[in-house]
């Protein structure tokens, strides 16, 4: 059965930083590019950041050059690095393991942005 587990959300005031990681059990990990996606509500979920298999990486313009993802193939694990949050990036954030004919999904983990 295959599991993925968002955690690390939480509080964070404007500019801080935080660290969101995903756990992915059940799959071959290093077969899937992993992506993390962002909801508010009321809109549709938003694509943020997606690591690929070989390690590249893409942005949306929102975060780049203040988000970081990277993956731990040996722990099955792919963490976004959070950097000088602003309001807009409050929402729940969730991990996407995807490969063609595959696509799994985590119950996603809240990040609210605040003072």
């Known amino acids: 059965q295959v599991q993925v587990v968002e955690s690390g959300g939480g509080l964070v005031p404007p500019g801080g930083s935080l660290t969101l990681s995903c756990t992915v059990s059940?799959?071959?990990?290093?077969?899937?590019?992993i992506g993390w996606y962002r909801q508010t509500p009321g809109q549709e979920r938003q694509s943020i950041a997606t690591?690929?298999?070989?390690?590249?990486?893409w942005y949306s313009d929102s975060v780049t050059g203040r988000f970081t993802i990277s993956r731990d193939n040996a722990r099955n694990t792919v963490n976004l690095q959070m950097n000088n949050v602003k309001p807009e990036d409050a929402g729940v954030y969730y991990c996407?393991?995807?490969?063609?004919?595959?696509?799994?999904w985590g119950q996603g983990t809240q990040v609210t942005v605040s003072s």
């Open positions: 059940g799959v071959k990990f290093s077969d899937f590019l």
């Open positions: 690591i690929f298999i070989g390690g590249n990486t």
């Open positions: 996407n393991v995807w490969r063609s004919g595959d696509s799994y």
